[in-house]
């Protein structure tokens, strides 16, 4: 982490000065305290004072998209903050108390206490008002969202450090035997328990803008090359089908886009990500002058390359061997094999009137119809006859007339099966008699 105290600091106190005198209603964290994600939090950090653990712990679960993190950002930040105020006030005590803690000491702890009012607690209004910003979708648009986001890490960088830099480094001056004193004590814990929470937070608002961000440093790499004819970019068929028609059997193609609001209801990170990295995509090519063509693949199965299973393949390993929970989770899915997603790649990049989006998928299933074909299939697995549906009466098709308009024609979802099946017991994953 590095930090230019004195300006940032400055800055944060400027901003929360404009902030706070336009804000109206002063206590707007209580309303929208993010209860779920802050016991979320102090559960992944409850063993640890060491921000690295308590991180790798939390972003597996808090999933890594967008809304979502920016919650558990705020979480981490209304903590961080949470603590540096306590933290504070037990510094308050000791200071009235004054017992005997020693004129020097007595001055250091004096200047961490107005330190933290006067710049890291001033802060707290502005950077909770601007990462409330950041939770809607318009509010992470546009260069607003980098000014803001820039904000808080400065702000939120004053609290993780102030606690270190500030306070501890002075104290310790006092020498190391200070810090197993009863006052010393206080200071280590209030330390570690704030920068944790302060840095996690940091941690957090930094890493927010990957997906987007990823594509589009793609994209201006190959507008770099004056040769460029076009650009393929593989997206998802979960960028189409989230949505929440009313009609029946609707056959979704490419005109449709996953509802926002609906995959942010239903946490549905990946689909999100998958929304906002195309969206971004198609508006960069638009702007840049460049030939986008974009691939839409539903559920890719087939057989794996590499030893190391990808997640698709590693659910697919789990279905035959009997573990429901992952398959019963996709509900509805389209299927596609692997070789069908890489030449319908070639046939749009090479075929001159390919123009737009290509939803790539051959057939679009039930869980339940998929295990009982795949039961049929191959008897020697303990494959489940049934599958909860937890999205419930789903028959949505994926109408992908486009792709077969340049010739195209996909290969059957036996043949995807039967080839991922081969390839798990030809790397060793699955044993030819499980009985
Ligand atoms: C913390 O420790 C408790 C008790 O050992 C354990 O139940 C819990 O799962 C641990 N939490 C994490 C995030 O490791
Ligand atoms: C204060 O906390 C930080 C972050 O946990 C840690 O690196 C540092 O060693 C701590 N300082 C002391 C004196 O405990
Ligand atoms: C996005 O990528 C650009 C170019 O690499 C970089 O300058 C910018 O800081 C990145 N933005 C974020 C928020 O990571
Ligand atoms: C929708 O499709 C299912 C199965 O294909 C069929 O049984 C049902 O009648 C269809 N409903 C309508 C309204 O077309
Ligand atoms: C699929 O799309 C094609 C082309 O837009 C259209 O002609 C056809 O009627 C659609 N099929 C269904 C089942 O909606």
């Not at 239903?266 to 002058?289: G, H, P, R, S, T």
Request: contains cysteine; aromatic residues 8%; glycine residues 6%.
């Amino acid at each position: 982490m590095s930090m230019a105290p004195h300006s940032s600091m400055f800055l944060c106190l400027l901003l929360a000065m404009l902030v706070a005198s336009v804000r109206a209603s002063p206590a707007k964290h209580e309303t929208q305290f993010e209860a779920a994600e802050d016991k979320f939090l102090r559960a992944c950090c409850a063993n640890t004072t060491d921000a690295a653990v308590c991180y790798n712990s939390l972003l597996p679960r808090a999933r890594t998209f967008e809304g979502n993190f920016v919650k558990v950002a705020t979480a981490a930040t209304i903590i961080a903050y949470e603590q540096l105020r306590s933290f504070d006030a037990e510094l308050r005590i000791i200071l009235r108390r004054g017992a005997g803690v020693g004129k020097y000491m007595a001055n250091v702890l004096g200047s961490c206490v107005s330190y933290f009012e006067d710049v890291a607690l001033f802060g707290e209004d502005l950077v909770l008002a601007t990462l409330w910003r950041l939770e809607t979708v318009d509010g992470r648009k546009g260069k607003h969202a980098k000014f803001d986001l820039d904000e808080v890490n400065t702000c939120v960088g004053e609290v993780a450090s102030s606690t270190n830099l500030l306070c501890i480094e002075d104290f310790i001056r006092l020498g190391k035997e200070v810090l197993v004193s009863p006052v010393g004590k206080i200071m280590v814990a209030g330390n570690a328990t704030v920068t944790l929470y302060g840095e996690i937070a940091l941690d957090l608002e930094e890493t927010l803008v990957p997906a987007v961000n990823g594509t589009l440093n793609v994209l201006r790499s190959c507008k770099k090359n004056p040769f460029l004819k076009r650009v393929v970019l593989t997206s998802s068929s979960s960028a189409v089908r989230i949505r929440d028609d009313a009609q029946p059997n609707i056959s979704l193609d490419e005109i449709s886009w996953s509802s926002v609001p609906l995959c942010e209801s239903m946490q549905l990170w990946y689909a999100l990500a998958k929304v906002f990295a195309e969206k971004a995509a198609w508006e960069f090519a638009k702007e840049n002058d460049i030939d986008l063509v974009t691939v839409l693949p539903s559920f890719v199965i087939g057989p794996s390359l590499s030893n190391e299973l990808c997640v698709t393949a590693s659910d697919v390993l789990g279905l035959l061997q009997g573990d429901t929970a992952r398959f019963s989770s996709y509900g509805r899915m389209g299927y596609v094999h692997i070789d069908d997603v890489a030449s319908s790649h070639i046939l749009v990049y090479e075929a001159p009137e390919a123009k737009g989006r290509y939803l790539c998928s051959s057939v679009v299933l039930d869980n339940n119809e998929l295990v009982s074909l795949l039961a049929k299939r191959y008897p020697i697995f303990p494959i489940p006859r049934r599958l909860n549906n937890p999205y419930g009466e789903q028959s949505y098709q994926l109408n992908t007339s486009k792709l077969q308009g340049l010739g195209f024609k996909f290969k059957g979802v036996q043949e995807m099966f039967d080839d991922c099946v081969q390839s798990l017991k030809d790397q060793g994953h699955l044993l030819e008699c499980p009985l």
